[in-house]
């Protein structure tokens, strides 16, 4: 994998050092294949994380949002696995699992659901108030008048 040097950047920013740590972070991790998942844009504001879940029931599953992170975990019970059957071929892993996913400030998870396999975690980006566009009323200044004299000039 290539590997970057942010350096330069350090150099000529201020107040991007998180930025550029969770960039070093990124491209040092592998990427994860099990299980798999989309990462969908939804709406101008909202997101959709669907991730491949065959086998897992909903207590199984435990999702977090901590800060700007995203943690979903899925493990079966040790005395479900194996009791009385025999396979004779293993296709579904139903192995134990752990996804993180960084989210960016102000995505917070609206909710989840499991349907068909798929579990669907729902991201939606939140400013507050102080954050928003707002349009500041202009007023005039007491005891000054809004006009505009013509002066002419003689030479």
Same mark, same amino acid.
């Given at each position: 994998?290539?590997?970057?040097?942010?350096?330069?950047?350090?150099?000529?920013?201020?107040?991007?050092?998180?930025?550029?740590?969770?960039?070093?972070?990124?491209?040092?991790?592998?990427?994860?294949?099990?299980?798999?998942?989309?990462?969908?844009?939804?709406?101008?504001? *909202?997101?959709? %994380?669907?991730? +491949?879940? /065959?086998?897992?029931?909903?207590?199984?599953?435990? !999702? &977090?949002? #901590?800060?700007?992170?995203?943690?979903?975990?899925?493990?079966?019970?040790?005395?479900?696995?194996?009791?009385?059957?025999?396979?004779?071929?293993?296709?579904?892993?139903?192995?134990?699992?752990?996804?993180?996913?960084?989210? *960016?400030?102000? %995505?917070?998870? +609206?909710? /989840?659901?499991?349907?068909?396999?798929?579990?669907? !975690? &729902?991201? #939606?980006?939140?400013?507050?108030?102080?954050?928003?566009?707002?349009?500041?009323?202009?007023?005039?200044?007491?005891?000054?008048?809004?006009?505009?004299?013509?002066?002419?000039?003689?030479?």
């Amino acid at each position: 994998m290539q590997s970057f040097d942010f350096t330069p950047f350090y150099r000529s920013t201020v107040g991007f050092d998180r930025l550029f740590s969770r960039l070093d972070g990124i491209v040092g991790q592998e990427a994860k294949t099990y299980p798999p998942y989309n990462i969908e844009k939804v709406g101008d504001n *909202a997101y959709r %994380v669907s991730i +491949a879940v /065959a086998g897992f029931g909903d207590d199984e599953i435990v !999702v &977090e949002s #901590k800060e700007n992170s995203l943690t979903v975990k899925g493990a079966k019970p040790q005395e479900a696995e194996d009791k009385g059957r025999e396979f004779l071929h293993r296709g579904i892993a139903e192995r134990a699992f752990e996804l993180r996913f960084q989210l *960016a400030e102000y %995505v917070e998870v +609206a909710g /989840a659901s499991l349907a068909n396999g798929l579990l669907h !975690v &729902e991201l #939606k980006r939140e400013l507050p108030e102080s954050k928003k566009a707002r349009q500041i009323a202009i007023t005039a200044a007491q005891g000054t008048a809004k006009t505009i004299e013509d002066k002419t000039v003689v030479n």
